[in-house]
């Protein structure tokens, strides 16, 4: 069976990919709300950009605990 270029097996295997990925985002934004991790740690959890973690929690619902303290750290590490 070949859907759009390729195998059922590809397809499957990028299923349980994304489906990885998904339960990865889901553990790093839980330990964040837990306060467990910050925003950095639940980005390295899941393998993602601080952006693009931060881009999920909003789209989650997730409310961010973004401090002073963190944006003083991400501006010295962009320097």
């Known amino acids: 069976m070949e859907e759009r270029g390729g195998s059922r097996s590809d397809a ?7 489906g990885a990925r998904e339960e990865l985002v889901r553990i790093a934004l839980q330990r964040y ?4 991790v910050g925003m950095r740690g639940a ?5 993602l950009s601080i ?3 931060m881009r999920r929690a909003n789209k989650r619902g997730v409310l961010l605990n ?4 963190e944006l003083e750290s991400d501006v010295e590490n962009l320097r």
């Open 43 to 47: 980005a390295k959890i899941a393998g």
């Open 33 to 36: 709300q837990d306060s467990e």
């Open 12 to 18: 499957i295997r990028e299923a349980i990919r994304r």
């Open 66 to 69: 973004y401090d002073e303290t």
């Open 51 to 53: 952006g693009e973690m």
